[in-house]
């Protein structure tokens, strides 16, 4: 098939090296695009506005002190957030149920704290083909050392009690991760890769 034509038998067209079918873009087996993340921001009003608002969401439900205040920021996605692996716990438990399980007081406690740290610390802008990610905490993806004991502290309030085992592919420690999209739809709250 001649670079640039369209073929009768089939909808496809060879471009740059790129297929096109039906209007998708196919990239040639091999050919992977990786993810552009930014370096770590601090300055909370780069934050689109419904990623701001999101986060303001959850922050105040986290000031309750109840990890069932935060029913509301999971319950204003349309679909719910990821708090685990797939298959960690049966298809429809309600998600307050898996934020107290995972926690280490099983009252969600933990999950609160965790939160409230991690959306203390600088977050990083992640390009991921059409979509885009703000996620915190920055470290976790943009590897850097701390400043200085209290950031180094700081840090390790990121960590659930139950991933103080469990290390990243690096060998440190896994991160609890927080992800909100562009659109402001919450996408995940874990420590998985």
């Known amino acids: 098939m001649a670079v640039g034509k369209w073929s009768n038998s089939a909808h496809w067209r060879i471009k740059a090296g790129a297929r096109y079918h039906c209007g998708m873009i196919r990239k040639p087996k091999g050919d992977v695009i ?24 959850i922050l105040a439900a986290t000031e309750t002190g109840e990890v069932e205040a935060l029913r509301i920021p999971i319950d204003w996605n349309e679909t719910r957030p ?25 009252k969600g406690h933990e999950t609160i704290s965790l939160i409230r740290a991690i959306f203390a610390q600088p977050f990083v802008k992640i390009v991921r083909g059409p979509t885009t990610l703000y996620e915190w ?32 592919a690096e060998g440190k420690p896994r991160a609890t991760r927080i992800g909100i999209g562009s659109d402001g739809v919450w996408h995940y709250f874990w420590s998985e890769d």
């Open 34 to 57: 990786g993810d552009v993340i930014s370096p770590p921001i601090g300055d909370l009003a780069l934050l689109p506005a419904p990623v701001a608002k999101i986060r303001d969401k």
């Open 82 to 106: 990821l708090f685990a692996k797939s298959g960690a716990f049966k298809a429809g438990t309600d998600p307050v149920e898996i934020l107290k399980a995972l926690s280490f007081d099983r």
């Open 137 to 168: 905490p920055a470290f976790a993806r943009r590897a850097q050392a701390a400043a200085n004991e209290d950031e180094a502290r700081d840090r390790w309030r990121c960590v659930r009690f139950a991933d103080l085992i469990r290390s990243n």
